[in-house]
């Protein structure tokens, strides 16, 4: 009878050792969510309130030196990709505001190219800001924390 207590025992030990280790690295994921989501939170606003001003009408060069800050902070916040992204979408409000700058001055030939580039720059742009287009959705791993799938045995008890 000894062993197989003995056996119990030491199998709840490590039932009890293996859900404590579980628990440290499902806090330690939680903290490190905490301190990244106010500054990911920002580069969302700083993203949503540059399309916004797209979308009405213009961008200052001051908004758009504020928001590259702020993309610029990005590649420490998220990752690769994401911060890819936000560089193009930078690169590409600079260069609508750069065709309508450029076309107001410019001969006629020249009027056209940068009216193609204008065009095209913001398409790509206006397709980031609808809902269709996933813009809330390549935010929302970063945004949004869901715990890992555990077998029951290391989920139990809840």
């Known amino acids: ?78 990752n690769d990709g994401m911060y890819e992204y936000l560089r193009e979408l930078r690169q590409r409000i600079a260069s609508l505001e750069f065709a309508d700058f450029k076309s107001a001055e410019a001969s006629i030939p020249e009027q056209s190219e940068y009216k193609r580039i204008r065009a095209e720059n913001l398409k790509w742009i206006t397709q980031q800001g609808d809902e269709y287009s996933g813009f809330a959705e390549r935010f929302r791993p970063f945004l949004v924390h869901e715990l890992p799938q555990r077998s029951w045995l290391l989920r139990w008890p809840a």
Request: aromatic share 10%; hydrophobic share 55%; glycine share 6%.
């Open 1 to 78: 009878m000894q062993p197989i207590a003995l056996l119990v025992v030491a199998l709840i030990g490590a039932w009890i050792a293996a859900r404590q280790m579980v628990i440290a690295n499902d806090r330690l994921q939680m903290d490190k969510f905490d301190r990244l989501y106010a500054k990911r939170v920002a580069v969302y606003e700083a993203t949503r309130n540059i399309l916004a001003k797209v979308f009405q009408g213009g961008v200052s060069e001051d908004d758009l030196q504020v928001y590259g800050l702020c993309a610029l902070d990005a590649q420490f916040l998220f």
